[in-house]
């Protein structure tokens, strides 16, 4: 199998036409070809994400083993950060037809997360129930906390809070409440504050501010709830408290895309504005 590998990556080889790489994995059984395109991917798997050598790695692994999942989903993931949808998605797609167990949450997270498509996204979320008879964590979260952020997205803040209400729950009795992540007691604040229920918000934002201390969003959208209750002396603590948090770094934010209802400092200076008048 060792000596099969080497020649089959040898360019020179393939150029000499002394051995190429068809003609070897024609001669391979399916577990065989999954091995070789593994040992290949694994092979490359330190070179810088995205560059010629790593694609090019991916491609070949590919070649071995046209089913191989993993490979076919990682050679999409340049295009997605690149933000090359019409290359992404019918290379993800192939990952998903060989192995939907794992690959359909994922595309719904990428749906929700990078391009806002909500629907499609929830839609992910629901096959992957019917996929799986556990519940699903692309990404670090369930796909009950995802579909929580994208019914916020289309405003329908009951079926929203119902995810988060079902995502806490069980996060609670697992592991219990101090494990929850700061997201879901945030963003089903933000659900119950833009339907009116300031009241469950206040109970939430302090959730995430008694668990995690320092949250520029939680603070931010606290001091909007105490300067509609007209207490401006405690509102202007929590926002002077919320702007110290945002410059310390210790706000909702990600690195490759803005995430909903995502705070900037402007927001902070211009609550603290109105709250000082």
């Excluded at 000499?16 to 391979?28: E, M, P, Y």
Aim: hydrophobic letters at 35%; a positive charge; aromatic letters at 14%.
């Amino acid at each position: 199998m060792g000596k099969l590998l080497k020649f089959c990556l040898n360019p020179l080889l393939v150029v000499l036409g002394v051995f190429s790489c068809s003609q070897a994995t024609d001669r391979l059984n399916l577990f065989e070809k999954r091995k070789l395109a593994e040992e290949i991917f694994k092979n490359g798997s330190h070179l810088p994400q995205g560059s010629p050598k790593s694609m090019t790695r991916i491609e070949e692994a590919i070649a071995a083993d046209t089913t191989y999942a993993e490979a076919l989903r990682e050679l999409s993931v340049a295009y997605l950060k690149r933000g090359m949808p019409h290359k992404w998605l019918p290379q993800f797609n192939k990952a998903v037809r060989h192995d939907p167990k794992t690959w359909v949450p994922w595309r719904g997270y990428l749906y929700l997360y990078f391009y806002r498509d909500y629907k499609k996204a929830i839609a992910d979320f629901n096959a992957s129930d019917t996929l799986t008879t556990h519940i699903d964590y692309p990404q670090g979260h369930s796909v009950d906390f995802w579909r929580g952020i994208a019914y916020l997205g289309l405003k329908d803040y009951d079926n929203s809070i119902t995810y988060w209400d079902k995502h806490i729950k069980k996060e609670t009795e697992d592991t219990g409440e101090d494990w929850v992540e700061l997201e879901a007691f945030l963003y089903r604040g933000i659900a119950h504050y833009e339907s009116g229920n300031n009241q469950k918000a206040m109970k939430d934002f302090n959730k995430a501010i008694q668990y995690f201390k320092q949250t520029a969003d939680a603070k931010y959208y606290k001091a909007k709830i105490l300067l509609v209750q007209n207490k401006k002396e405690a509102a202007q603590k929590m926002i002077n408290e919320a702007m110290i948090d945002f410059n310390s770094g210790f706000h909702n934010n990600y690195h490759y895309v803005e995430l909903l209802r995502q705070i900037y400092l402007s927001d902070i200076e211009e609550l603290k504005s109105e709250i000082m008048r």
